[in-house]
């Protein structure tokens, strides 16, 4: 039998705790519950201020300030440093290493920000992820993102906005339940814009589709 495993995984980008209270919280439960938390360089920072302890920082220690790096080092908290030149992102590393250790679910932080070519390599990373089975998620102050290729069951508020961006040039089969604006067996196409801004009608909503890749954005703005 599979034992789920949570995984936390903090990087560098926008984090924005101390902006409203209900995300600090969240933030906190997230880590508070994890099986496994990640800092991905930077994040370390990130990590600091939350007053949890990584179990783990990866990446090329590039970016990291000085005095974190001596703060995690002097609580112990294990260090795998890569090159600086290496072909793959501290996120994508961090990734991996969540997937060697067993992860199930993964959710990544602080992985949004002001870098657009990180924050959608990064969101481009949940792709692999949904093809071998693994939950995964970016959560942000306002946003929620995953990628579908099944169907996914989402939680939110009456009101709450929904977007659909197909990542495949079709996405065959979509259904849609408890939005407002519902879909039966419907094809969406990339580069089209009707799967943008629908919202919840109820509590609940479901996603469904046969074929393709989907993006799924719950944003609370």
């Known amino acids: ?11 560098g980008g926008r984090l924005d705790t101390a902006r409203t209270r209900s995300w600090s919280r969240q933030i906190q439960t997230l880590l508070k519950t994890a099986d496994l938390i990640i800092a991905a360089d ?4 990130h ?33 795998q440093s890569h090159p600086s030149r290496k072909s793959k992102t ?18 990544m932080l602080a992985a949004t920000g002001t870098r657009l070519d990180h924050t959608l390599a990064n969101i481009l990373l949940l792709m692999p992820l949904a093809d071998a089975g693994i939950s995964a998620r970016i959560m942000d102050e306002k946003n929620e993102i995953c990628v579908v290729k099944n169907r996914v069951d989402l939680t939110g508020t009456p009101g709450d906005l929904v977007s659909l ?3 495949t040039p079709t996405v065959q089969g979509v259904t849609l ?16 814009t009707l799967g943008i801004s629908n919202f919840f009608s109820a509590s ?9 890749t989907l993006l799924v954005v719950r944003s609370m703005d």
């Open 90 to 107: 501290d996120m994508a590393l961090c990734v991996d290493y969540a997937r060697a250790q067993g992860a199930t679910h993964i959710t």
């Open 204 to 212: 609940c909503a479901q996603i469904f589709i046969r074929s393709g």
């Open 47 to 79: 990590m600091k201020k939350t007053g949890y302890l990584p179990h783990v920082i990866v990446g090329d220690l590039d970016s990291i300030a000085p005095d974190t790096l001596a703060f995690f080092r002097k609580n112990r908290v294990p260090i």
């Open 165 to 167: 961006i197909p990542l």
């Open 1 to 11: 039998m599979n034992t789920a495993m949570n995984c936390i995984i903090i990087a």
């Open 177 to 192: 339940k408890g939005l407002s604006y519902p879909l039966e067996n419907q094809t969406l196409v990339m580069g089209n």
């Open 42 to 45: 930077s994040g370390a920072g």
